[in-house]
């Protein structure tokens, strides 16, 4: 399906539609979005937190305005070296159907139901295992990707035919056709999972999970045999197969939750108890919980430079019902990593436009904040000005300036689209539209942020 746009104010906006839906309402007509998809316009929904992005505004023809903070889809998933089989080295195009986010859930809940971790002990009581991250009576919510073959192509029969119940309308020989991590091999002509290639032992599968528990994603980490026997093997990829006939990517990379992991450990405390932390990667994340005894509810991206707006709106939501600090602890190369040091300013900065103010964690020993935590080392909090300051000089003047950069990018874009948006009519660019919509607005607290910086940077 074609993306329909049009021009306004010589600025260039689309049009949802079914294949790209609204990001705040999931509504395939109406609603549009600027060119780099940092702006939804929302023609049902204008409430002040919606789709899990902030309101910035509302039009005066009655749009509701959100930000996703200025970022854009995330393509570019890191993937296995040796991902892409030697006899097939192009790359094939992805399936045209578009696949519903609740087959790949489901896909994705059979797959770790029928291959738990807990069927192979080496995942559990290996150095680096689930027992040693204190998550061993877990193991049965994490899965196992087989090194044979034959058994990974078993394994999506039974997936294929565990879903029969939950899709009867689907083709029964294309039930996992589009999930990402699934293909169809030719020779065999079988559905497979993973790579061709054989490898010693199991590969643990770790779920980014929703707030309710859905799995969204699956990581895989590979075990400590094969990175001995192959240093360049990556120890973590995204479950995809982009390169293979029938398969398709991770079409963005989602945030994990760790909500279900303290229900399931009995950890109930309401959230007045408990405070959210910001890291990195869903293992540490578990970790980080199941160490606090649900005191720490975590959530995680793929990485310090992705995601940021979904962050951003998760940290929002859980401030509004609970009113606990946010805290945020990326890995310790945080002061020694330039990538790392912007990347983490530009979060920073995107919490303070959302009118909130992290606490940032140290720690003396350890990579990241699960290392810390398993090794009962001394963990301290920072105020994100203290952090800057505990920075090299030259990553402190670095992360001030995108800090600055990011919260005066923000106001300039906000001030040039107002009067586009108000230009935009909504009987004559959106006729469906519904028309009962408030007309109320919000500012992004200028004064508020000129007051932070002034006072924490000074």
């Known amino acids: 399906m074609r993306k329909q746009k049009f021009m306004k104010g010589g600025r260039i906006f689309y049009r949802v539609n079914k294949m790209r839906r609204c990001l705040i309402c999931g509504a395939a007509s109406g609603c549009f979005y600027t060119e780099d998809e940092a702006i939804s316009y929302c023609c049902r929904r204008t409430e002040e937190f919606a789709g899990g992005a902030r309101r910035l505004r509302v039009t005066a023809t009655g749009l509701g305005v959100y930000s996703h903070e200025g970022a854009s889809w995330l393509h570019a998933i890191k993937l296995l070296g040796n991902y ?19 087959v790949i859930a489901t896909a994705y809940a059979q797959l770790v139901r029928l291959s738990p971790a ?29 090194g044979n073959p034959d058994k990974r192509i078993e394994l999506v029969e039974m997936v294929c035919a565990a879903m029969q119940a939950h899709f009867p309308q689907r083709d029964p020989a294309r039930m996992v056709a589009g999930v990402p991590g699934f293909w169809f091999d030719q020779k065999q002509q079988k559905w497979m999972i993973g790579p061709p290639q054989e490898w010693r032992g199991a590969r643990l599968l770790i779920p980014f999970r ?73 293992l540490k994340a578990d970790t980080v919980t199941a160490i606090s005894q649900g005191r720490l509810r975590a959530i995680a991206n793929s990485g310090v430079d992705s995601s940021h707006r979904e962050l951003v709106g998760a940290a929002v939501e859980f401030y509004k019902e609970s009113g606990a600090p946010v805290y945020v602890a990326f890995d310790a190369d945080a002061k020694e990593n330039k990538m790392v040091v912007t990347q983490l300013a530009r979060l920073i900065s995107l919490l ?6 992290p606490v940032i964690l140290g720690w ?4 990241g904040i699960d290392d810390a935590l398993l090794g009962h080392d001394n963990i301290y909090k920072m105020r994100f000005d203290e952090w800057f300051r505990s920075l090299p000089e030259e990553l402190q003047h670095q992360a001030i300036e995108t800090y600055r950069q990011t919260i005066d990018m923000h106001r300039n874009a906000q001030s040039e689209l107002v009067k586009t948006e108000d230009s935009i009519d909504l009987h004559q660019e959106i006729p469906n539209a519904q028309q009962n919509l408030r007309e109320n607005s919000q500012d992004l607290h200028e004064e508020e942020i000129d007051i932070q910086i002034n006072d924490k940077l000074h």
């Not at 006899?87 to 992805?94: Q, T, V």
């Not at 192979?120 to 027992?131: S, T, W």
């Not at 303070?352 to 103010?357: D, K, V």
């Not at 003396?364 to 990579?367: A, E, I, L, N, Q």
């Open 352 to 357: 303070a436009l959302a009118a909130l103010e």
């Open 84 to 102: 892409k089989s030697p006899n097939e080295p192009k790359a094939y195009e992805e399936p045209s159907e578009e696949v519903a986010p609740e």
């Open 364 to 367: 003396d020993h350890g990579k």
């Open 210 to 282: 929703s707030p309710q528990g859905e799995i969204r994603a699956l990581q895989i980490r590979t075990n400590k045999q094969e990175r001995e026997q192959h240093p360049d093997l990556p120890k973590y990829f995204f479950l995809s197969s982009a390169n293979y006939p029938e398969g398709t990517r991770l079409k963005r990379a989602p945030i994990h939750y760790t909500d279900f992991l303290a229900e399931q450990l009995g950890y109930t405390q309401v959230y007045k108890e408990t405070t959210l932390l910001i890291t990195e990667w869903p």
């Open 118 to 146: 807990k069927n192979h002990p080496e995942l559990i009581a290996a150095d680096d295992g689930l027992a040693a991250r204190r998550l061993g009576e877990l193991s049965e919510f994490y899965g196992a990707l087989p």
